[in-house]
């Protein structure tokens, strides 16, 4: 039943056919890639966004009883013009009260600029990594989720040296998360004492790689570190590398993780390893026993995504608005102490709470934690491929 509901409701908001119902509703938006280089991996994310919906919706306690419903729509991952028009439309024509999303960093900053700033819109990103966003011009709009690849480069290099390689080959997607993930990574590694040999961009969308691959291999290095995206031009590279046998072992950075690459490249990618924003927490283990087999709870970016969501709709509880002029200054003093903490399946409780006058301390199941500009202190999951398959090492 949990898994029909849940692709009921995205089918109907595919179709821009959700509407709020007559006791006054909510709607909020959900912009990921639902096509392009991540497309593996947007699907179980909204999921968790739509779940931590329905959970609200359902207890009729969200701002004296309205019902909240989601409008996708789909950033591409990559198209800049493409986002922003599917943004405007959630904005002005589906007239949503918040937007979960986007995800690749360089459309989410379109559509900040573009459009969230224009419509005074609150977005919560789980995905949009880029170091870049720390920094931009945001209003005090703008949260997310998911650690900045500021962090995950220095995560990086930890798990490459413990590793005990010290020379790499880097290549990245030619976009904002790609090089702002790179520049990380690189000066972390080189403060550590590595050597990058090289570091070069690649395209995504192209049939053949081996002129990338060549200059990779020409360059040298004990392995090759893959700054892409596991549905596109990151798988692109492997499978150039692996056929020519420039490169045999890859680190896999959070936008190649994912189930979709070990299983389209097999064996040949076995000890492999990487990193993707996750955490052994309390809530992250409640959120998998949520999900059961309705999608997959522990997937890249799912936990971040529920939180999202979450946090909109609790801010919205404490500012008694869906006005995103009113809650956005409510969604750190939500995320963080003091207050009672809050996981998942607990959203109901926290609705009570709040319209009681008590604080909550959202957890939720990534350990919320929001920093600085509104961003995730974050938390890691270290992986590795062995038999065809992803694994856990350990968290960071």
Do not use: W
């Amino acid at each position: 039943m949990k898994k029909l509901l849940f692709a009921t409701a995205a089918s109907l908001a595919m179709a821009g056919g959700v509407f709020a119902d007559g006791h006054g509703g909510v709607k909020l938006g959900i912009i990921f890639g639902f096509t392009g280089p991540i497309e593996s991996l947007t699907p179980a994310m909204a999921s968790g966004a739509e779940h931590a919906i329905d959970e609200v919706s359902k207890s009729g306690k969200l701002l004296g009883g309205k019902t909240v419903t989601s409008v996708r729509a789909d950033s591409t991952c990559v198209d800049s013009a493409a986002a922003t028009a599917a943004a405007e439309r959630l904005i002005t024509s589906d007239k949503v009260s918040g937007i979960i999303g986007a995800d690749c960093s360089g459309v989410t900053t379109a559509i900040l600029t573009n459009v969230a700033l224009a419509n005074g819109m609150v977005m919560i990103s789980p995905s949009a990594t880029s170091p870049a966003l720390s920094t931009v011009e945001d209003n005090g709009l703008f949260f997310r989720t998911a650690p900045s690849d500021a962090r995950q480069g220095t995560v990086m290099t930890d798990v490459i040296m413990e590793r005990g390689f010290k020379e790499v080959a880097l290549t990245y997607t030619n976009n904002d998360y790609g090089k702002g993930l790179a520049d990380a990574f690189q000066a972390a590694f080189e403060a550590a004492g590595g050597k990058v040999t090289i570091s070069t961009a690649h395209e995504d969308g192209k049939a053949d790689y081996s002129a990338e691959v060549g200059a990779l291999a020409a360059a040298g290095g004990e392995i090759l570190v893959v700054a892409g995206y596991l549905d596109q031009g990151g798988k692109g590279i492997i499978e150039g590398s692996l056929d020519s046998g420039a490169f045999d072992t890859f680190v896999l950075p959070d936008g190649m993780v994912g189930d979709s690459l070990p299983e389209a490249i097999g064996s040949d990618l076995d000890g492999s390893f990487g990193q993707v924003p996750g955490t052994d927490s309390e809530g992250a283990g409640k959120l998998v026993e949520m999900a059961g087999d309705s999608y997959d709870g522990s997937a890249p970016f799912v936990a971040e995504s529920y939180d999202a969501a979450a946090l909109i709709m609790l801010a919205m509880q404490a500012a008694s608005s869906e006005n995103p002029t009113d809650y956005k200054g409510k969604i750190i003093d939500i995320a963080n102490a003091p207050g009672e903490k809050i996981f998942p399946g607990e959203l109901a409780k926290a609705l009570d709470i709040i319209a009681a006058g008590g604080d909550i301390d959202y957890v939720g199941a990534s350990n919320v934690e929001l920093v600085g500009a509104g961003e995730s202190a974050g938390n890691y999951r270290e992986i590795e491929i062995k038999g065809g398959k992803l694994t856990t090492v350990k968290y960071r």
